[in-house]
């Protein structure tokens, strides 16, 4: 567990260097289908020195999915961004408590490497997803910030429209 952390500590700091104009879509897909290729190549080890490579390899991989993760949740939902963080941080938690069950479910009738390449299974299709999510255009939502006047009251300007109302409830 020690070199799979290891290597997503690596990894994170490497996606951190990532120019922010790259797509997250495209990002999280690639890092979905090299996570799903470096699982999946589990079958094939032969030592546990191979395997214990790839499983770095994995967390490599994997290192920047998750917070590209929850800043296209953010991204793509402005006006409930607080929300969809809080929503996906929650179900990122229940699947750290669902993968070692699913994973020792699956250790108890497959060979390990089986294992790997079958939890590997949703990811190419989560990279297909997002593909997909990554040709939907991004269109601004009628989100109401509030913002501050010249005189000091309180204005609401509509973001999708970029209309100005006066707050008559504040001077």
């Known amino acids: 567990m020690s070199a799979f952390w290891l290597c997503m ?6 996606c951190a260097a990532i120019p922010e104009h790259w797509s997250n879509e495209l990002l999280i897909g690639i890092t979905c289908l090299g ?5 999946a190549a589990q079958t094939w080890c032969d030592t546990w020195v191979v395997s214990f ?3 770095g390899v994995t967390g490599l991989l994997f290192a920047g999915a998750w917070p590209m ?3 296209l949740t953010a991204t793509r939902n402005p006006g409930n961004s607080g929300t969809v963080i809080g929503v996906t ?3 990122g938690a229940l699947g750290c408590v669902v993968a070692p069950w699913m994973m020792n479910g699956l250790f108890a009738i497959v ?4 294992a790997f390449a079958i939890a590997a299974l949703p990811l190419p299709i989560a990279a297909a997803l997002l593909a997909v999510l990554h040709r939907m255009p ?10 501050r006047s010249q005189s000091g009251g309180s204005v609401s300007v509509n ?3 970029g209309r100005k109302s006066r707050n008559s409830c504040s001077s």
């Open 9 to 14: 500590g690596v990894g994170r700091l490497l």
């Open 35 to 39: 996570g799903a290729a470096a699982m």
């Open 53 to 55: 490579a790839w499983f």
């Open 69 to 71: 993760i929850v800043g």
């Open 89 to 91: 941080v929650a179900i």
């Open 111 to 114: 060979p390990p490497g089986t």
């Open 138 to 147: 991004l269109t601004p939502r009628d989100v109401q910030r509030p913002a």
């Open 159 to 161: 973001v999708s429209s």
